[in-house]
Structure formats: structure tokens, C-alpha cells
């Protein structure tokens, strides 16, 4: 009888697992690493912030957002930028000719100079795009903190 | 004895049990145990509506996880893949082991999301891996119908040269060369891109058992790459 019980509760455990997979297909909460979005997120060396992230529907973004998106040159490897530009924006590049994004992809940017990012690799297709950071939770003193505050160089030409 | 009168014999049955073994019972008899008690006879239907929604939920979630993350069977149109898929009819089944290019090798047969539109899956073949030089096409530019054929500033046939496939990208292009939109148009692809590999297919235009004992056309989709240097 405890056997069955035991069972039972077992299954019923199970049972939920796929459901915790697919809530976080819809939010989750994930730790920012690196420096490349200093001052707005990772503000001095030591800190990490942990972020609450909107996944579901990734595409539907616009120009500020923090994004969270898989590395061009590595899938496996997760990288935080701001979305600087949106297709067919023409984009001031540091050096050499103004580039437009093409259909389909975004010009994402880090808010640190010292930052890799399209500045190097170009515009990125925004299927990598994993999903959209909608605040800071932890930690507690950056509760609430505006992520539009500083938001880098201002990369489009105004036409 | 007919269905309305058995249920009614079976449901004042229920209720003679409730009266001699229930209330009455527990009032006067001492020590009885909680599984001694029958379960009420009609549960309210409020009392289930939680129950269905956790099913509704985990079931929903099952089929969400099953699909993004082990194995998904999919319907594919368009020639670009002829003849290793028909244009129209074709069930694919994809496994998502391979998903962002986990595993993959030259030659496989792999679902994508369009780089230049997300929305959309294409289904090519890898024929070029990080590090491989890939000439593009330069039959492309013999013929002169080709839509996006365009001579660089400097002179330079973009069909007619080499391309260094980079880190954790890859070049894709269909089976049917001809009739293909793939990284001859828009370059190499991310890996991240890539959802998952084809390894069989289903034809439904096709009997659901034919003289070969193959169900709806089954056939395997393996890879076609032959190392010529060999």
C-alpha cells in the first residue's frame, strides 16, 4: 500500500516536469555574466544580476530593448545586447561606410564600447533572438531600476 | 433491465449503503477509519474543474516540450528539396537532438528558421561545415534568369568565388538545385538556427499500406555525402 502511494506521488511529480520546462519557454529568470552591458546591467566588477526575461513570441521586440540571444558563432553560448536598430535602418558603423540591416535581422549593441557585438559581427538574424529582459530581480537595490537609462551610442542615420 | 433503471438501482444502492454504513454508523460506532467511509456519491462538478485544467495544462506542456525539444512531425511544401521530399504531401519526422547544430555533419538533411524571416522553416541540406571553402554557383550565372544575379562595384561575380564557411555557421542548399532559395542567396547561416534534422518522411499521397508493407510511404532521409577524396 505505502509501495503505491509511493508510486502514485512519484508520478504525480513527473507529471509536472513538463510543465516547468514549458513555463520557461514563457518566462524565466537568468544571471547576466560579463561586462558588455555595463553601466545598465553588471554596473562594476564582482556584481551579477540576475534578470526576469520574456520568452515567448522573441521576435516581437523594438529599438531599446535588452535582448537575450544566442551567439552567432556559437550557438550554445548566450549573449545580453540592446537592440539598436530594426530591418532596413541604416546604421553609422565606427569605421567605414554606413550599413542597412537587412530583412530579418537587428542591429543589437552592447551599452559597453568595450563590447562585441554587430560592431564586429554585423547584423544578426533575429531567429537567435531568445527572449526580451523585462527587469532587474536580484539584486535588490537595482529593484525597479530603468534599462532605457542609459542606452549607448545613438547608431541610427536619421535620413 | 434497461440502462436508466440499472443506474437508478445502482444509485439508490449507493445511498442505502450511504444510510446504513455512513452517517448513522460514524455517530454511534467508535473506531472507524477514515477508508471505512464511501466516497460521496455525487461530487460536485465545480470540485473537478481544477482537475481538467491541470490536465489540460500538463498535457499542452508535454506536447510543447515533445516538439521543442525530442522529436516534432511536420508538414513540408516546396520543391527546393526534390526528390528527397515531394513538393506537396510530405510529413517529416524531425529530431530536435540536433537542434542548434548539435551533432550535425556535411551532408545531413536539416529543418531551419529563414535567416531574412524567422517565421519560416526551410528544409535543406548542409553542404559546407565551419572551415570548409564553398564556391557558390557560378552555373547560376550562366544562366541568366537567376533573380538576384548582380555584379559587385568592383567587378566581382558574387556567384563565382569562394566563401570560407566561419565558426559555427554553416552553408545549406537544397536537393534541388535549381529550384532552391538557400545560402547561395543569403550566405552561411547560424547554427542557432537550425531546429532540427530530418530522418524519415511520410508520404500521405500514398496508400496508408502498400504491396511493400511500407506504411504511407515511410522512408528513411539519411545523409547523401559522398567524401570524394577518399
New interface residues.
Partial sequence: MVVRVRVRSLFWAV??I??A???T?VVHVSRIEGSSMRPTLNSSDGDTDWVLLKMLWP?ARAVGDIVLL???????KVMCKRVKALASDTVRVPDGEPITV????LWVEGDNVHSIDSRKFGP??????LGKVLCVVWPPSKWGVDLHRYSGRNVVVEE | MSFVSKLAGHVTGQRRLDLTTGPGADQTGQGRSEADRPPPAFPPPMSRLPSAFTTVLKCVSLLHVTHTRVYEFTETKGESMLPTLNSHGDYVHVSKWYRNGRDVQMGDCVVLQKPNDSNRRVCKRITGMPGDYVLVDPSLAEEDTYPLHYKDTNGADPLDMYIKVPRGHVWVTGDNLPYSLDSRTYNVVPMGLITGKVVAANDMNKPLWDEEGKILGFRKVGNTFVDAVQ
Avoid: T, Y
Avoid at chain 1, 537587412?102 to 535581422?105: A, F
Avoid at chain 1, 544578426?124 to 533572438?129: F, I, K, M, R, T
Fill in positions: 507529471s509536472w513538463p510543465v520546462l514549458a513555463a519557454d521576435r544566442k551567439s552567432p558563432f556559437d550557438p550554445a537587412p530583412r530579418g535581422h544578426v538574424s533575429d531567429g537567435l533572438l
